[in-house]
C-alpha cells in the first residue's frame, strides 16, 4: 500500500455492538489443599524447619496455597530417597517395566487434564485457553513419548550401552511450570533415572499435584521428589555432591551460578536460558498470517517464553501495512480473566515480574521511544500489562538488547536478507528465530543463517516432544526432546 | 487503481487454518449468545434453487421468511429470499411492504456456461420482474485458464446489466482450490464492481467453509483500508447449525469489526440454518429446547 492510501485509510471498530459475555471456566472440581509439603520417599512430609510460603493467583492476588520450605536438612533427605531409590528399584527395573509407570503418568494425567489446566491458570495467570490446548496437552504428549523411548535406548544410540546417570535435580521455571517439569521428568524417568526437582516459589501447585498423581499410579517411593522454596534451594541441588546431573531451565544469570556449581561438583549439565528472538519477514510474506504468527510469537503466555519472537524485523516496503494490521489484530486481543475460556491475555506472573516489565517501558519512553498500547481496561486487583509495541527502536536500544519476558515487541526495519540476518544475530542469545516468506529458498538461506536452536518457518512458537529445544550462545548448552533430549541423562560408553 | 491480477497476493494456507480454529475456540453465552443469534437469523438469505421449484413452494418460502416464528413477535425476519428468475415476480409480490429483498440467481446459474449475451439478458430479466439482488456466477473455466481480464469485464457487464439492483459475485471457492485463486477471484469480483462476493452456489461440494471466507474478508478489509469503500460477504451452502453461525460471525467481527454485522453486508446463504437458529433462540429465552416439530418449515 502507498503512504497516501495509508493516509486516508480508516479504522474498523472492533469493540462496539457486540461484546462477548464471560465465560470462565469453573474451578470448583479443583481441589487446594490449604498447606502443600514436600513430597520426598513417595509421601508428603513436613520440612524439617515447619516454615511455609504462601503461592497467590498473580490475577487477583488471592491466597492460593501455602506451600512448605525446604532447607538443606529437607533436600539432603530427598537426595538420599532418590538414591536409595535408584540404587535399589529404578536402575534393576526391566526397561519395559519403567515404561509402563511413564505411560501411566501419561494417561492419568489425560484423565485429570482439565483440572491441571484450571489449577495451572490459576498459579501463573495464563489463559485458560493456552493451559487447555498448549500447555498440558504437550505435557501428556512428552510422558508418551519419552515412556516410548524406555525399552528402545539401545535402538537410539545403536552399538553404544546407554546407561543411567544416577539422580538428577531439576530446577523449574515459572512460565510453564508443569510443562517444563515434564520435559525434564519424562526422559529422566525414561533414562532409568531417579529425580529431585523444585519448582519455581510463585507457581508450584501444578507440579505438587503431578506429585500427588505420581504417588497415586504407585511409583515406587523416591524415584521422583518435589522439594518447594526459595532460590537458595535451587542453588543447594546444584552444588549438592548426591546428585549426578543438573537441568535447569530459567534465567541466563541464574544459568551462569549454575554451570559453575555445576562444573566445580563434576556434574553434567543442561542449561535453558533466555532468549531474543527475531520473527523476520520479508515483503513477500503472507501478510495476515505473518500477523498472527507475530501475535503468537510474543503474546503467548504474556511473552513469558523464553524463545518468544520478541524482535520483529520487517522489510521495509511491508512495513507500514504490517504495523497497521499488527496494531488492528491487537484490538481484538482480549485481556482479563485468566479462567475465562475467551481470555487472550492473561495476568503477569509476579509483581516483581511486572515491574521489571515496566522499567524497561519507563526506560525507553525516556529515551525516546514511541510506545503503542491497546486500548483494553486493565482489572484493579492483580499484575497487569498489555499488549505493546514499541516502534523506532534500533540495535543499540537496551530494550532491543535485553530479554524483557513480558508482552513488549520491538519493531525494526531491514532492507535485504543479509541485513536482517545479521540484525537477527547480533544479539547474546540464539534460542530460536522466525523467517516469513512465500519462498522456500530464501527460508533456507536465511534460517541457516540465523545462529539459533529453533528456527520456525511462516509458523511460530510450535512444540512438539519429537523435536529437539534448546540454544546457542547464551542461550543454554544442551538440547531437550526428541532422541536428543535422552542424551543427557546417559552415560554413553562403547 | 486496478491491481495486476496476475500477481497473486500470498496466503498461507495453514496459517488461515489456524486462525478459523482460534475464532472457534470463542465461547458465546447468555445476552451475547441471544443477540448474535437473532443478528444471525436477520442475515439469512432463505433459499430454493431446485427444478422442483413451483409457485407454491416458493410461496410457502416467502411467508417463512416473513414470519419466521410467529408466536413470539421480538423474532426477526431474515434478510432475503434466494430463487429462479422465473419465480421472481410471485416473490416479489408476495413480499411486497415486508422489506424483505428478493435475490435471484442468474447468468446461467450454477455452471455460468451461457453466452454472455444470454446471461446479460437473464439478469435484466430478473431485474425487470422485481429482483432487487442478483447473484450470479463467474466463468471459472476463465479464471482457472488465467483470464482474469475476461472475468473482470463479465461482471463488469453483468453489474451494469444490473441497474439498481445489489449485485453479488459467487466465486464457486469449491472449483477454485487454493486460498490464492479464492483472494484472486475476490479481488477481480470486487474491483469489477462487486457489491457482495459470495463463496458458492451450493450445487458443488465443498461449499462455503470458514478458511475460505476468511480469505475472502480479508480480500474485503484491505480493499475497504485501501479505498473507505465497504463490500458485503455471504457464505453460502453447508452452513446448516447455529454454533457453525456464530462461529462465522465471531470472524467477522474480529476481523472487519463491528460495521459488518448487518444484514447490508454479511448474509448467510441457507436454507435449514434459520430453524436451527430459531430453536435455539428459543431455548436461550426459555431455557427449554423444543421439537424441531414446533418450528415450520419453509
Known amino acids: ?494 | 487503481m486496478i491491481p495486476d491480477f496476475k500477481q497473486a497476493i500470498p496466503v498461507d494456507q495453514i496459517g488461515v487454518e489456524e486462525r478459523v480454529a482460534r475464532f472457534r475456540t470463542r465461547s458465546i453465552k447468555k445476552e451475547s449468545k441471544l443477540f448474535a443469534l437473532k443478528l444471525a437469523l436477520q442475515m439469512v438469505d432463505l433459499t430454493t434453487l431446485e427444478g422442483m421449484d413451483s409457485p407454491g413452494k416458493v410461496r410457502q418460502l416467502c411467508d417463512k421468511a416473513m414470519y419466521p416464528y410467529e408466536a413470539d413477535p421480538d423474532i426477526p425476519k431474515v434478510a432475503a429470499i434466494c430463487v429462479y428468475p422465473n419465480r421472481v415476480r410471485l416473490a416479489a409480490g408476495v413480499l411486497k411492504g415486508s422489506g424483505i429483498h428478493v435475490a435471484s440467481v442468474a447468468t446461467s446459474f450454477p455452471s455460468g456456461m451461457g453466452t454472455l449475451e444470454s446471461r446479460i439478458d437473464e439478469v435484466k430479466y430478473a431485474v425487470d420482474e422485481g429482483a432487487d439482488e442478483i447473484d450470479m456466477v463467474i466463468s471459472r473455466w476463465a479464471f482457472l485458464k488465467g483470464e482474469y481480464d475476461y472475468v473482470f469485464d463479465e461482471i463488469a457487464a453483468i453489474k451494469e446489466a444490473c441497474g439498481p439492483a445489489h449485485l453479488k459475485v459467487i466465486l464457486e471457492t469449491g472449483e477454485l482450490e487454493t486460498y490464492e485463486n479464492v483472494r484472486k477471484a475476490s479481488d477481480i469480483a470486487i474491483y469489477a464492481g462487486a457489491d457482495f462476493i459470495k463463496t458458492s452456489t451450493g450445487k458443488i461440494s465443498p461449499a462455503a467453509t470458514m478458511p475460505v471466507t476468511l480469505v475472502m474478508l480479508y480480500a474485503i478489509r484491505d480493499y475497504y483500508l485501501k479505498t473507505g469503500s465497504k463490500i458485503g460477504m455471504k457464505p453460502a451452502g453447508g452452513i446448516r447449525d447455529a454454533k457453525t453461525a456464530l462461529h462465522y460471525l465471531v470472524m467477522v467481527k474480529e476481523t472487519l469489526g463491528a460495521d459488518w454485522l448487518t444484514p447490508d453486508l454479511f448474509r448467510f446463504g441457507a436454507s435449514s440454518l434459520a430453524n436451527d437458529l430459531l430453536m435455539q433462540i428459543i431455548k436461550q429465552k426459555t431455557g427449554h429446547y423444543q421439537s424441531p416439530d414446533y418450528f415450520s418449515i419453509g
Not at chain 1, 552399538?159 to 512460565?175: E, S
Not at chain 1, 535485553?402 to 545479521?422: D, Y
Request: with cysteine.
Open chain 1, 1 to 494: 500500500m502507498s503512504e497516501k492510501e495509508l493516509t486516508a485509510r480508516q479504522n474498523l471498530h472492533f469493540d462496539e455492538l457486540w461484546a462477548y459475555d464471560p465465560a470462565p471456566e469453573s474451578p470448583d472440581h479443583v481441589k487446594i489443599e490449604e498447606q502443600y509439603n514436600l513430597f520426598i520417599d513417595g509421601k508428603f512430609q513436613e520440612p524439617a524447619g515447619g516454615r511455609y510460603f504462601e503461592t497467590i493467583n498473580p490475577a487477583n492476588e488471592t491466597l492460593l496455597s501455602r506451600v512448605a520450605r525446604a532447607d538443606r536438612s529437607d533436600l539432603d533427605k530427598a537426595v538420599a530417597a532418590a538414591r536409595k531409590a535408584y540404587d535399589g528399584v529404578w536402575s534393576k527395573m526391566p526397561a519395559k517395566e519403567r515404561g509402563k509407570y511413564i505411560y501411566r503418568i501419561a494417561r492419568l494425567l489425560q484423565e485429570r487434564a482439565r483440572e491441571f489446566a484450571i489449577l495451572e491458570s490459576m498459579d501463573t495467570g495464563k489463559p485458560i485457553r493456552e493451559s487447555r490446548d498448549v500447555d498440558i496437552p504437550i505435557v501428556i504428549a512428552h510422558f508418551f513419548y519419552y515412556a516410548g523411548w524406555a525399552d528402545k535406548l539401545k535402538y537410539a544410540f545403536p552399538g553404544v550401552d546407554p546407561r543411567p546417570l544416577g539422580v538428577a535435580g531439576q530446577i523449574i521455571p515459572w512460565n510453564f511450570p508443569l510443562l517444563m517439569a515434564a520435559w525434564k521428568i519424562a526422559p529422566a524417568l525414561a533414562t532409568g533415572n531417579t529425580v529431585v526437582i523444585k519448582p519455581a516459589s510463585s507457581t508450584p501447585l501444578t507440579l505438587l499435584k503431578l506429585g500427588e498423581l505420581i504417588r497415586d499410579a504407585g511409583l515406587p517411593a523416591g524415584v521422583v521428589n518435589i522439594v518447594t522454596g526459595p532460590g537458595e534451594i535451587g542453588s543447594a541441588i546444584a552444588n549438592h555432591p548426591g546428585i549426578d546431573k543438573i537441568a535447569f531451565t530459567g534465567s541466563t544469570e541464574i544459568g551462569r551460578t549454575i554451570q559453575e556449581a555445576s562444573l566445580r561438583t563434576g556434574k553434567k549439565y543442561t542449561l535453558e536460558l533466555g532468549g531474543k528472538a527475531a520473527n523476520i519477514v520479508f515483503d513477500d510474506a503472507p501478510v495476515e498470517e505473518a500477523v498472527e504468527g507475530i501475535v503468537n510469537g510474543i503474546f503467548f503466555n504474556q511473552g513469558h517464553v523464553c524463545c518468544a519472537g520478541s524482535r520483529l524485523l520487517v522489510q521495509e516496503g511491508v512495513a507500514d501495512e504490517l504495523v497497521h494490521k499488527l496494531k488492528m489484530r491487537m484490538e481484538t486481543l482480549i485481556l482479563g480473566d485468566p479462567l475465562d475460556k475467551n481470555t487472550d491475555i492473561g495476568a503477569i506472573n509476579s509483581k516483581g515480574q511486572l515491574d521489571s516489565i515496566l522499567g524497561y517501558l519507563t526506560d525507553g519512553v525516556e529515551s525516546g521511544l514511541q510506545i503503542y498500547q491497546t486500548k483494553c481496561d486493565l482489572p484493579e486487583n492483580g499484575f497487569w500489562c498489555p499488549p505493546t509495541l514499541v516502534e523506532n527502536v534500533s540495535q543499540a536500544h537496551r530494550i532491543v538488547q535485553e530479554e524483557v519476558f513480558g508482552p513488549v515487541l520491538t519493531i525494526q526495519t531491514f532492507r535485504t536478507p543479509e541485513e536482517a540476518v545479521s540484525l537477527a544475530n547480533n544479539t547474546p542469545y540464539g534460542l530460536s528465530g522466525g523467517v516469513w516468506t512465500d519462498k522456500g529458498s530464501k527460508i533456507f538461506k536465511v534460517g541457516k543463517g540465523i545462529r539459533a536452536g529453533v528456527i520456525w518457518a511462516n509458523t511460530f512458537n510450535k512444540f512438539d516432544p519429537t523435536s529437539p529445544f534448546g540454544g546457542y550462545k547464551e542461550s543454554g548448552m544442551g538440547r531437550e526432546g526428541g532422541i536428543h533430549g535422552l542424551l543427557p541423562y546417559l552415560e554413553i560408553s562403547q
